[in-house]
């Protein structure tokens, strides 16, 4: 049987292929399968998913509700009407993602940019300085912003301090559980993911186009224009997949600098499943999130690509 | 033209720090000028200061002593953009994300040549390096010599007075580069550019150059036409590095302007030969050099001061030619027979073992400075 086996081709394709395959049916498959029927499902009375419908009741309820159908919600006399609140939820996580990514852009292509300029030693203590804030968890890592950005906190302390040798009556700023924060925070998170990439891209780059451009005449701003960004671009697209996706999924960092102020579709999701114990909605949000993630991804990746260069080049 | 130089380095030093922390001096003291139009070569092996001495003049590197000129200009630290010289480098350098077109128009685009003239004149450069219909091509889908050739049109496009080419032909192989070779050469003479280019082949620079600078351990060791520099090398270093040599060390026993004997210890005779260095003076400790194909090789003989016999220790054919080594009194030459003649019979070539005369013309003979 095995030197049968050791002719098939075929076969041993299948069979190399085999545990992957099961592998991502068990972890990504079902799961989505069972969210998918979950999403259509409604609340039973004790809290349990019942797949009983009635005439008050389709199994499409819980999507018409996230688009903005409300029977609860109305004025009086109105039977149903238009409430926005979960159609606003998806555009802020949708507008604090594309926020989010293009401050990260903005902040980490000099930074990426200075550390693939820099002497070879050097390098490789920026890159450990990028990557040392990974070591340590990531809640913690939005905790210590939140003492920063406290009214008591060191930033206020600071700007406190300076006001007052200019002798400018200074009220410290309210900064924490603002949108704000969270971008601010939502930054910091993504940063890392984004220099790398980019540097990557960076490095790679031949010196001598460098001074190839200058001998054909280019300035060093027309060089950066003209070849520099063009050859690190694969870094920027890659860049932004690896931190737009995460972004328009977490919750972590709008729960704790946004003070329950700044909701999500990430912190929807969280509450319908933990807070308001209604599987059934959280399902059809994260179904939405998916979706919508997917159509900003597939337009972006036919657009630019995903980058791949980097990796293969 | 201001100068009748298109290139001149006067006095130029440049001094690396090694990572070890010692100070190099990659370039030393070098003076060279280079003449409009000229086919200009610095040759020599890795490490010699060409290639640095050719990054001074594009502006790439600066020189810590001395002073680069560009048609008569004193260079200073004006940067490669604003320099009118244009550079093909040793890995062409092509910007992958732009089409072969796009390469070459990039330069013009730079100056802010309009798009008509920069279609014309992109259309000609790539003509001229027969290119045609390749514009649409990334340079990635293009074959080594094709890659080359774009480099080549991308800074001719610009028309410089001075092309300054990197070993551009270092990574093709032996046939095309040959190919290559006369291409530019033809090439520059047609366009009547200066050219300085660098090498480590010496075939190479031979073939092309109008004058080659000779170059080791950052100093210049001689510059000459290609003839002078085989023939008369200045030096041990140079008529080491071009070509082949056989060296005998010995002692000067008499000199005059044409013609010194010279004793040899390895052939416990004295040898007549042509001075070449200057300041040879009487007893002085000399090399004489003799170029292997120079040594007159016969079977029959008589001891006189430029006959000596020897035993062929051993032969190798090669086709052209034949390579035989032969020990006269411990002295150890090769001689280079040419096989003017068709022949297959082994015996018809000289035998290991067997008793030769070599003939050492006087003016074959080289007297060179020890180092």
Same mark, same amino acid.
């Given at each position: ?26 972890? =990504? ?36 509700? =996230? ?131 980019? /540097? ?9 186009? /460098? ?86 991804? /597939? ?15 | ?39 200009? #070569? ?10 640095? #001495? ?122 095309? *580069? ?11 003479? *047609? ?19 109008? @004058? ?38 010995? @002692? ?18 004295? %040898? ?14 000399? %090399? ?9 090789? #016969? ?48 015996? #018809? ?23």
């Amino acid at each position: 049987m095995l030197k049968r086996l050791r002719e098939n081709k075929s076969a041993q394709g299948t069979l190399l292929a085999l545990p992957t395959t099961l592998w991502l049916f068990i972890l =990504l498959v079902v799961p989505l399968f069972l969210t998918l029927v979950i999403s259509f499902g409604r609340r039973g009375i004790d809290g349990n998913v019942t797949f009983v419908f009635d005439q008050n009741h389709t199994p499409f309820d819980n999507y018409i509700r =996230l688009f903005g159908y409300s029977v609860t919600n109305c004025h009086s006399g109105q039977a149903a009407c238009f409430d926005p609140l979960y159609v606003n939820i998806l555009w802020r996580s949708l507008a604090l993602a594309f926020n989010t990514t293009t401050l990260v852009i903005l902040l980490a292509y000099p930074l990426a940019y200075f550390i693939a300029r820099a002497r070879p030693k050097q390098r490789n203590m920026y890159l450990l300085m990028v990557l040392i804030p990974l070591w340590t968890n990531f809640v913690i890592r939005v905790y210590a912003w939140m003492i920063l950005l406290r009214k008591e906190g060191s930033i206020n302390i600071v700007i406190g301090w300076v006001m007052r040798w200019l002798n400018i009556p200074f009220t410290p700023l309210e900064m924490l559980y603002t949108p704000g924060a969270v971008l601010v925070g939502m930054v910091y998170e993504f940063l890392p993911f984004m220099i790398l990439p980019i /540097y990557t891209s960076l490095e790679k780059i031949d010196p001598s186009l /460098y001074e190839a451009a200058a001998d054909l005449g280019a300035n060093p701003l027309k060089t950066f224009f003209r070849v520099t960004l063009p050859l690190s671009m694969p870094g920027v697209v890659a860049g932004t997949i690896l931190v737009f996706i995460p972004v328009m999924g977490t919750f972590i960092v709008s729960d704790i600098l946004g003070g329950r102020q700044v909701i999500l579709v990430g912190n929807l999701i969280q509450r319908q499943f933990l807070d308001a114990r209604d599987p059934t909605f959280g399902s059809a949000a994260s179904l939405i999130l998916m979706i919508m993630t997917l159509i900003v991804t /597939y337009f972006y990746t036919r657009k630019f690509g995903f980058g791949e260069e980097i990796v293969v080049a | 033209m201001t100068s009748e130089f298109a290139v001149e380095l006067r006095d130029v030093v440049k001094k690396f720090i090694t990572p070890e922390g010692a100070e190099l001096n990659a370039v030393d003291h070098v003076t060279m000028q280079i003449k409009n139009g000229e086919f200009f #070569s610095m040759l020599g092996s890795s490490g010699c200061g060409k290639t640095t #001495s050719l990054r001074m003049i594009a502006g790439f590197e600066w020189a810590t002593e001395g002073e680069v000129y560009i048609e008569g200009k004193a260079m200073g630290r004006t940067p490669p953009f604003q320099r009118r010289v244009n550079t093909v480098f040793q890995n062409y350098a092509l910007f992958q994300h732009l089409t072969v077109y796009e390469n070459v128009a990039f330069g013009l685009e730079m100056e802010r040549v309009g798009k008509d003239d920069i279609k014309r004149r992109a259309g000609q450069a790539l003509e001229m390096v027969q290119l045609i219909g390749m514009d649409r091509r990334k340079p990635n889908q293009l074959s080594g010599g094709q890659q080359q050739r774009v480099a080549l049109a991308r800074a001719l496009v610009k028309t410089p007075n001075v092309l300054l080419l990197d070993e551009p032909l270092g990574a093709l192989d032996l046939k095309l *580069r040959k190919e290559m070779q006369l291409e530019l050469k033809a090439l520059q003479q *047609r366009l009547g550019i200066t050219f300085i280019y660098v090498t480590h082949d010496q075939e190479e620079a031979l073939t092309m150059s109008d @004058r080659i600078a000779v170059m080791s351990k950052g100093k210049i060791q001689q510059i000459g036409v290609p003839v002078e520099v085989y023939e008369r090398p200045a030096n041990k270093f140079v008529a080491d590095f071009i070509g082949e040599s056989n060296f005998l060390a010995g @002692r000067i026993e008499s000199i005059s302007e044409n013609e010194a004997s010279v004793f040899i210890q390895d052939l416990n005779a004295a %040898v007549i030969g042509t001075p070449i260095s200057d300041g040879l003076i009487k007893g002085e400790a000399v %090399v004489v050099c003799i170029r292997p194909e120079k040594i007159r090789i #016969s079977e029959k003989g008589a001891l006189n001061q430029k006959l000596f016999p020897g035993k062929v220790t051993n032969t190798i054919y090669i086709g052209a030619d034949t390579h035989v080594f032969v020990d006269a009194f411990g002295a150890k030459l090769k001689v280079w027979e040419q096989n003017r003649v068709s022949r297959l019979d082994p015996k #018809s070539f000289y035998m290991v073992g067997q008793e030769v005369w070599l003939a050492l013309m006087p003016e074959n003979t080289l007297v060179l400075k020890k180092d």
